[in-house]
Nanobody, 124 residues
Framework: QLQLVESGGGLVQPGRSLKLSCAAS????????IGWFRQAPGKEREAVIC????????NAADSVQGRFTISRNNAKNTVDLEMNSLKSEDTAAYYC?????????????????WGQGTQVTVSS
């Protein structure tokens, strides 16, 4: 059974960068579409970015376009989220999730396996 664990969260100043990793056990992430989601205090969880299982197609939310990138490291069985030019509004718990769908869709309901999350706080 696929299990996901996020890592890399922490406190970072505005404008700086941070990289999160989603590591898997019980399966190869190369066979899944992987999405990153986030939930800020008092807000609903929202989609951030995803990478499809076919041709690694990427889809990103408007709020992170040009700042966040997602990539696979198949040797390590991880999917990484590189976050640049971080803003205070990026503060949230970040979750990775896996879907068997071929398409990279920014919808939570198509993802069946979720990690426990890692906290990212952007503050000076």
């Amino acid at each position: 059974q696929l299990q996901l664990v996020e890592s890399g969260g922490g406190l970072v100043q505005p404008g700086r960068s941070l990289k999160l990793s989603c590591a898997a056990s019980g399966g190869a992430l190369a066979g899944y579409t992987i999405g990153w989601f986030r939930q800020a205090p008092g807000k609903e969880r929202e989609a951030v970015i995803c990478i499809g299982r076919v041709a690694d197609a990427v889809n990103a939310a408007d709020s992170v376009q040009g700042r966040f990138t997602i990539s696979r490291n198949n040797a390590k069985n991880t999917v990484d989220l590189e976050m640049n030019s971080l803003k205070s509004e990026d503060t949230a718990a970040y979750y990775c999730a896996a879907s068997r769908r071929f398409q990279c869709i920014l919808r939570q309901d198509v993802y069946g396996t979720w990690g426990q999350g890692t906290q990212v706080t952007v503050s000076s």
